[in-house]
């Protein structure tokens, strides 16, 4: 937890001022019971006017001070909290931004988001209630045990049996419930993903008529976790009802002794009328230290909620991306600009760890059954099998062995079937992903080796899913480059041939675009997708099947745009139709991972089997229309 306690520094005077006003309060309500004593044994008893209203005075006071010192408590406490939560948000948010794509794909989208809002809350409230009980509770404890012993050390041997059974109430209940909050905060995870995919996926739901089926899987998500809440909130709210009926037993138990001792035959009447100002004093100080065990249990039992929620907010605030700069950055060669070159690149995705360790007898089971597999072979004389390490780096390749150049002035397309690597390709580019083997240099210079920063400003990038912010068209264009202006920005739609349809729209490039383009169709999302590439003016665009949604038409106006708007620019095209890239100076053909022919459209019709059967399973027409 040092990690999260550290947060609270910025706002430690705030803090300190809280637990300095809650303990001043606590104090308070140790001293009230001793002149509402007086005012009983001095006062009301002896019917003394004078000292009635001097006590009541001094009463009023001192609840007057409790009441100011309340107060300050709660406005200083409540700006120590919400600027800590603020202040952990930013940090998760921060740290979330600053992962790699890789990082993001193992955690998950849907538990980032679980993390930065609910995981954020429980340990902000745990960690300012256990914070601003630590001077109050010893206070009430210390202070309410001291004078409890003033008025009878008798009665308050009954505290002390209290006590113990208080505390085996709280570690039964921590032995249950514990376990269930890391289950919880899972089924949350699982909840706001089936959420996030409905929500993003409505239409596709909706064209399918799946509705009640995306319902019921959420329907079962949720009533899990609406099962396993209420077994940890009832064993926690069973807490309330023990600890009240006990606290009143005990009370009336109290009560009894007193009635006792002050009706024992042979006792003075006046010190009858004394065991009741003592019995009242008593039983404050019993519900006070009450109180205070009552407020240890609650952090207590809350505390294996906030440990879960602060390991799986550490995993991302301790999490090192794998994609970093270098400590000793090369900055390129000025007079290299826009060349990219691919060095017998290889690369594979990891594979997900499930974050489950094998136990001892797991690994000793496995590795019997391999010793057994390996006998059996060398019986049968069969091939011995190869260990899962030494097998083909082709099997687990996603890319296997690429080698290629793109330099400025040139359009190089890469093409193949579903599947084959050809977005994992061009992530390699950016740096979403670091290359397994090989090189990939960007103006003579490894990626590796290059500030990502200075790797970004050379680089356009459009991906598969044209993501649009809501804002306007002018502020979503001008996220590719902030100072440009309004001219540049009609440019660059022109060039994206969206002029078309944004300046028909009311308020042209000022027109709304809300969350994720909604309101906006596939091909003119990926058109203002595109514009907001070009206004950036880099060195190299990459356009991963960024023109699918685009009919044939728009298609060839776009390339012949892009080819005469930018002829200093190294275009690399990712795409799915031979009409899209019959016209690049470069063809690169993948199947499975691997480089199958690199050429121009002629040259691999005649070289290249598997781009001649790309070709020949697409119509004439559209090759004819280009």
């Known amino acids: 937890m040092r990690k999260i306690l550290k947060m609270l520094k910025p706002y430690r005077s705030t803090l300190i001022l809280s637990i300095i006003f809650s303990a001043l309060h606590a104090v308070l309500e140790i001293l009230i019971p001793v002149y509402t004593k007086y005012i009983m044994s001095e006062g009301i008893i002896p019917r003394d006017m004078d000292q009635i209203l001097y006590y009541g005075g001094l009463m009023l006071g001192l609840t007057a001070l409790g009441a100011l010192a309340s107060f300050l408590n709660t406005y200083f406490s409540t700006k ?10 930013n940090e998760v948010f921060s740290r979330v931004s600053h992962l790699s794509q890789c990082d993001v794909d ?4 849907s538990s980032l988001m679980t993390r930065t809002t609910n995981d954020v809350r429980q340990v902000h409230d745990v960690i300012l209630n256990a914070l601003k009980s630590i001077l109050p509770v010893p206070i009430m404890l210390i202070g309410g045990f001291s004078m409890a012993i003033s008025v009878s050390s008798n009665l308050l041997k009954v505290v002390f049996v209290a006590i113990p059974v208080l ?43 799946k509705t009640e089926y995306e319902d019921e899987r959420f329907d079962a998500t949720n009533k899990k976790l ?3 809440n209420l077994v940890a909130n009832r064993i926690v709210a ?4 023990v600890l009240t009926v006990g606290m009143y037993s005990l009370i009336c138990y109290i009560i009894y002794l007193c009635v006792n001792d002050a009706t024992a035959v042979g006792v003075d009447p006046q010190v009858s009328l004394e065991t009741i100002p003592n019995m009242y004093m ?30 799986r907010l550490n995993e991302i605030l301790d999490a090192v991306s794998e994609i970093k700069d270098s400590e000793n950055p090369v900055t390129p060669d000025e007079n290299i600009k826009g060349v990219v070159e691919f060095k017998n690149v290889s690369f594979r995705y990891k594979p997900e760890d499930d974050g489950k360790k094998k136990s001892w007898l797991a690994k000793l089971l496995q590795k019997s059954a391999e010793k057994a597999k390996a006998k059996k072979n060398a019986e049968n004389n069969a091939a011995p099998v190869e260990p899962e390490e030494k097998k083909k780096k082709t099997d687990e390749d996603a890319i296997h062995d690429i080698s290629f150049v793109s330099r400025p002035g040139e359009v190089t397309a890469i093409i193949g079937i579903t599947g084959c690597g050809k977005s994992t390709l061009v992530n390699l580019i950016p740096r979403l992903y670091d290359v397994t083997e090989g090189q990939i240099l960007v103006d003579g210079v490894d990626v590796r080796d290059m500030k990502l920063s200075e790797l970004h400003k050379r680089i356009a990038y459009v991906p598969q899913q044209s993501y649009l912010f809501s804002g306007t068209v002018k502020e979503n264009i001008a996220f590719g480059n902030p100072d440009a202006t309004d001219a540049e920005i009609w440019n660059a739609i022109e060039i994206a041939q969206a002029k078309s349809f944004v300046s028909s729209m009311a308020d042209g490039i000022d027109s709304f675009v809300s969350q994720a383009g909604k309101n906006f169709s596939g091909g003119q999302k990926q058109r203002l997708a595109i514009a907001r590439a070009v206004v950036k003016n880099a060195e190299i665009c990459i356009f991963d099947d960024s023109f699918s949604a685009l009919d044939l038409a728009t298609d060839a106006r776009l390339r012949a745009s892009l080819r005469e708007n930018l002829p200093d620019t190294n275009i690399i095209i990712v795409a799915q139709r031979v009409g899209t890239v019959i016209n690049a100076d470069r063809i690169i053909v993948l199947d499975d991972g691997k480089a199958v022919g690199i050429g121009t459209h002629k040259e691999l019709l005649e070289t290249c089997e598997v781009y001649r059967s790309i070709v020949a399973s697409q119509l004439s027409e559209e090759v004819d229309a280009v």
């Open 282 to 311: 008593f039983l404050t100080y019993f519900m006070l230290i009450i109180t205070a065990i009552g407020t240890v249990l609650a952090i207590a039992v809350s505390i294996p909620k906030a440990v879960v929620s602060a390991k």
């Open 238 to 241: 069973a807490l309330t009802p």
């Open 80 to 89: 120590t909290s919400v600027n800590y939560a603020m202040h952990i948000r």
């Open 226 to 228: 609406t099962r396993m």
């Open 106 to 109: 193992k955690i998950g989208v």
């Open 167 to 209: 505390l085996l109430i709280g570690i039964i209940v921590l032995i249950f419930v514990s376990p269930m909050f890391s289950k919880i905060q899972k089924l949350l995870d699982k909840m706001n993903f089936i959420l996030r995919g409905k929500i993003n996926g409505i239409r596709v739901v909706r064209a399918f008529n």
